[in-house]
């Protein structure tokens, strides 16, 4: 069912069907029949295996166990890590661990056909169940989880609190300066809706007061429990501001996010994710969306720097822990403080790594004068790809 359905669109491909052997040159019962031995390419080693795991927009699960609740392939698992999706034939236990927008269950020879074309031919339907996949995993699928999984079961208390919070629910100050009194909303909801964190907002006011009893309630209806405010005057440096918010945050991660910018309701999940598969010590998006008011467009901006390690991600998504960002503070400077943070980070032997491209959007508005990076929107056209006209939130933000 799976293989034939693989077989019968393989000649619209480049590639098309190609098949590692484990047993290749074995026992003869256990050969690929015909057709499929002319598709057999090889066989790999297990650590070979995992690099080959890139290099396919597809790859396909069999189970030899169909009825067990828990009982199925580690590959799928290590195959979505890795950032290619899935397309498996039917097993009970895909369905308790994965969504059906996560990995592929096909039921019928057809339904494989169309499923693994549909995915060869649309990278973005690629990354996108990728991405849904992979933030399963992050969640509550790695080894670690497991080996704290086995520790509970056990009585065995995990070490410390620090370890529990960076698998489960990751603890994360968003530090925000801003000099707009009308954007406190937007921050507070920004904030608020975030999920599978533990957020808290350190809102600094830069030049104005705010009602703090006000702003408070506020803040707890948008769904923020913890809120710290800060204010300084206009005269004080947006670096110097940072650092002021920096030290007064208590989260294990801390994050700058701008007053305007739209970030979607998974993005600091994601971030803290990104920060403990990577290894990197910040994390940030280089690979973005940007927003044009006055052409009314969507830019996909520096596709090829997604999932790499880098020297720059756009300042709005730098995310580091609180002790790296407290070692390293921002330089008093109006402006360019995050381009200098990262050059002092990579400085001292830090690593930078570039996340994926999904739940931010750097907004431009018609009035440029209101951002501190003003160029033009026709400069900002060139650096990137038109993704849609309008904002398609929907196919950014999930």
């Known amino acids: 069912m799976l293989l034939g359905g693989a077989l019968d669109v393989s000649t619209t491909m480049e590639t098309g069907l190609e098949i590692f052997s484990r047993q290749l040159g074995g026992d003869e019962r ?27 927009k597809v790859f396909l699960n069999v189970n030899s166990v169909v009825d067990s609740p828990s009982m199925c392939a ?65 969640q509550g699928h790695t080894y670690a989880h497991r080996a704290e999984q086995v520790l509970e079961a056990a009585g065995i208390r995990v070490a410390s609190e620090k370890s529990r919070s960076l698998l489960s629910t990751p603890q994360i100050s968003a530090l925000v300066s801003t000099i707009r009194p009308q954007q406190v909303r937007h921050i507070l909801s920004t904030v608020g809706r975030q999920l ?18 006000r702003l408070r309630r506020e803040a707890k209806e948008l769904g923020i429990e913890n809120l710290v405010l800060l204010s300084e005057p206009r005269s004080t440096s947006l670096g110097a501001c940072l650092n002021l918010a920096a030290s007064a945050s208590s989260g294990v991660y801390v994050t700058k996010m701008d007053d305007d910018d739209l970030y979607g309701e998974h993005y600091l999940q994601d971030q803290a994710a990104a920060h403990r598969y990577s290894g990197a010590d910040v994390v940030g998006k280089q690979a973005h969306y940007m927003y044009l008011g006055g052409r009314n467009a969507t830019l996909l901006r520096f596709e090829e720097r997604e999932h790499r390690f880098t020297d720059l991600v756009m ?39 570039s996340s994926d491209r999904f739940n931010f959007v750097q907004m431009r508005s018609q009035e440029i004068a209101g951002h501190t990076w003003s160029v033009e929107e026709t ?11 309008g904002l398609n939130e929907q196919h950014i933000m999930f």
């Open 74 to 138: 580690r590959r799928i698992f290590e195959i979505s890590a890795s950032g290619t999706p899935v397309v498996t034939a039917p097993s009970r236990a895909i369905g308790e661990f994965f969504d059906k927008s996560e990995v592929i269950e096909v039921h019928t020879r057809e339904e494989a056909a169309s499923s693994i074309r549909s995915l060869v031919r649309s990278k973005e339907l690629r990354d996108r169940t990728v991405h849904l996949a992979q933030r399963k995993i992050w």
């Open 30 to 56: 256990y050969q690929f029949p015909k057709p499929y031995d002319s598709h057999v390419v090889g066989s790999l080693s297990y650590d070979k295996m995992l690099t080959a795991y890139k290099a396919y």
């Open 315 to 353: 300042g709005p998504t730098i995310f580091t822990t609180g002790e790296m960002m407290r070692a390293v503070p921002f330089l008093e400077l109006g402006k360019g403080e995050d381009t200098n943070f990262l050059k002092d980070v990579a400085k001292s032997g830090g690593k930078i790594y």
């Open 196 to 213: 599978n964190v533990e957020s808290e907002l350190v809102l600094l006011t830069h030049g104005f007061e705010v009602n703090e009893e």
């Open 379 to 389: 400069d900002l056209m060139a650096s990137g790809v038109v993704s849609s006209f």
